[in-house]
């Protein structure tokens, strides 16, 4: 069993910054693709960002590309996650995924973490 959890989420002006990182207890990350992604209130969880198994492929829903940036911190076992620039419409609970395929939909992960809030306030 793959156990996530996440870190770094708050409150921030529109325009700062914002490093998100998921960590896991009991098992090596560096085996999972992985994925974050953000459910805003009253709206479904979308897709933000993925990351191969071997973190040579990176993949972003088109509003957050340039801005955001997912990568793999192997020595640490964890996947960090910048996130520049930041919008008020980037306001939601970030959550991190883990899987044996990466995949831009929610179907495909198997575990998740509890999720961490990200406030951007205008």
């Known amino acids: 069993q793959v156990q996530l959890v996440e870190s770094g989420g708050g409150l921030v002006q529109a325009g700062g910054s914002l490093r998100l990182s998921c960590a896991a207890s009991?098992?090596?990350?560096?085996?999972?693709?992985m994925a974050w992604f953000r459910q805003a209130l009253g709206k479904v969880r979308e897709f933000v960002a993925a990351i191969t198994w071997s973190g040579g492929s990176t993949y972003y829903v088109d509003s957050v590309k340039v801005r955001f940036t997912i990568a793999r911190d192997k020595s640490k076992n964890t996947v960090p996650f910048q996130m520049n620039s930041l919008k008020p419409e980037n306001t939601a609970v970030y959550y991190c995924?883990?899987?044996?395929?990466?995949?831009?939909?929610?179907?495909?992960?198997?575990?998740w973490g509890q999720g961490t809030q990200v406030t951007v306030s205008s």
């Open positions: 009991g098992r090596n990350l560096n085996s999972y693709a």
């Open positions: 995924a883990a899987s044996t395929i990466v995949s831009r939909t929610t179907a495909s992960y198997p575990y």
